[in-house]
C-alpha cells in the first residue's frame, strides 16, 4: 500500500511539472497506448531511446517496481516529444 501511494504521489507530481495535454498517466493502458502509438513513427534517435525506456518500464511493472517504471514511462514519454 505504501508502493502505491508513493507511485501516485510521484505521479502527480511528474504530472504537475508537465502540459497536462501531452503526457499520460502512468497505467498499464496507457503504456500499451503509447507503444502501440510508437509503432506508426518513423525510426528516429528519439524513437530508439522512447523503445529503450518502455522496455525498462516494462521489465519494472513486471517485477512489482511501479515507482520506478513510472519514471521510465515518463522519460519514454519526453524522448518521443523530443526532436
Known amino acids: 500500500m505504501k508502493t502505491l501511494l508513493t507511485a501516485a ?3 502527480a507530481f511528474t504530472l504537475s511539472l508537465s502540459p497536462a495535454s501531452a503526457m499520460m498517466a502512468c497505467t498499464k493502458d496507457n503504456m500499451m497506448k503509447s507503444a502501440a502509438a510508437m509503432g506508426g513513427t518513423p ?41
Open 43 to 83: 525510426d528516429t534517435p528519439a524513437k530508439m531511446a522512447a523503445n529503450k525506456e518502455m522496455a525498462m518500464a516494462n521489465t519494472d511493472m513486471s517485477n512489482g517496481k511501479m515507482k520506478s517504471a513510472c519514471m521510465h514511462y515518463m522519460k519514454s514519454q519526453k524522448a518521443m516529444m523530443a526532436k
Open 9 to 11: 504521489a510521484f505521479i
